[in-house]
């Protein structure tokens, strides 16, 4: 794993935060670690194809989350639908080199969010794997994902 790029992934996030005109929200949870994952699309058309412009995501999650969310919302800029649905955990942790194996669930939640979004912008699919997804603040799941099943959640403010 690159530690440099990890720490300035977690230094720097980029695209973090809520995207208030998003086309398509995907939301993740696990039950094992507590962690959640949030992502938003918004689509652009290029040469006739509809095509992502920009992503962003929140993350209640641990920092290996974070670095891959970071990492993907980047790589996903300009990709077609079908080329962000090929689009791997490992192919997003790429940057951040080999992910240990206990962190290897930290990619599968985002390229979990990102699929969940992506099949929210399908008009006849639920964005959501495991928690309810809305365009709301992630905080507000974390709340709702709490009541459901409490003591299984862990929150990690930075
Ligand atoms: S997302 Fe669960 S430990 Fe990283």
């Not at 300009?78 to 080199?97: F, H, N, Q, W």
């Not at 206990?102 to 699929?115: D, F, N, P, T």
């Amino acid at each position: 794993m690159n530690e440099q790029q990890l720490n300035e992934a977690i230094a720097n996030p980029r695209n973090l935060g809520e995207m208030a005109d998003a086309d398509a929200v995907g939301t993740v949870g696990s039950p094992e670690c507590g962690d959640m994952v949030r992502m938003w699309l918004k689509f652009t058309e290029k040469d006739g194809q509809k095509v992502i412009d920009r992503a962003s995501f929140q993350s209640f999650g641990c920092q290996t989350a974070i670095a891959v969310a970071s990492m993907a919302t980047e790589m996903l800029r300009g990709r077609t639908v079908a080329e962000a649905r090929e689009l791997s955990a490992a192919e997003m942790s790429v940057p951040l080199g080999a992910l240990p194996p206990m962190k290897i669930h930290c990619g599968q939640m985002v390229e979990g969010a990102l699929r969940a979004a992506l099949e929210a912008e399908a008009p006849t699919a639920v964005a959501a794997a495991v928690v309810p997804a809305a365009a709301g603040h992630l905080a507000e799941s974390l709340g709702e994902a709490a009541a459901a099943a409490p003591g299984k959640l862990r929150v990690v403010f930075e």
